[in-house]
């Protein structure tokens, strides 16, 4: 006899249904962007939410370059990164990253708010940081989602 009147159900990739959500980056802040993107890349806004399993949606964000920093963020923050040759630590601020690459400034900060595992590895792939209001994954057909709503 099944004492337990009910069972856990865990997601999967198959029992997974993943989605295509669009976000619009303009006039959003970095980090509450980048949070509220990894929280959908993630699952954790659904109820079938699976921590070992890749159950979240893939994201389209457009308009990198709106982006907004608060404070004197935009100067006085400094991104580092190393060639892999003796003395090749590099610095940029955030005003260099944005004028030349502007996706790589949201993707960098969602990238930072995934696990540090091959499940955030591959959790990244389901990120497309976009420049501008055009994007090549209109096939998918992506919802549009407000940012402010979620919390």
């Not at 954790?44 to 949606?57: M, V």
């Not at 090749?88 to 969602?110: H, M, N, S, W």
């Amino acid at each position: 006899m099944d004492t337990l009147s009910y069972k856990t159900v865990s997601a999967n990739k198959a029992t997974a249904n993943k989605e295509w959500i669009l976000v619009d980056a303009e006039g959003q802040a970095l980090g509450r962007l980048a949070s509220k993107v990894a929280k959908i890349l993630r699952g954790k806004n659904k109820p079938s939410f699976t921590p070992h399993a890749d159950c979240g949606d893939n994201v389209i964000v457009i308009n990198a370059e709106k982006v907004v920093l608060t404070g004197k963020k935009m100067s006085d923050k400094v991104y580092i990164r190393h060639t892999g040759y003796p003395g090749g630590q590099r610095f940029q601020t955030a005003t260099e990253i944005l004028a030349k690459y502007p996706e790589r400034l949201v993707e960098k900060a969602i990238k930072g708010m995934l696990p540090k595992n091959s499940l955030g590895r591959k959790l990244y792939t389901n990120v497309h940081v976009v420049v501008g209001a055009e994007h090549k994954h209109e096939a998918q057909k992506p919802k549009v989602v407000d940012l402010n709503t979620i919390k």
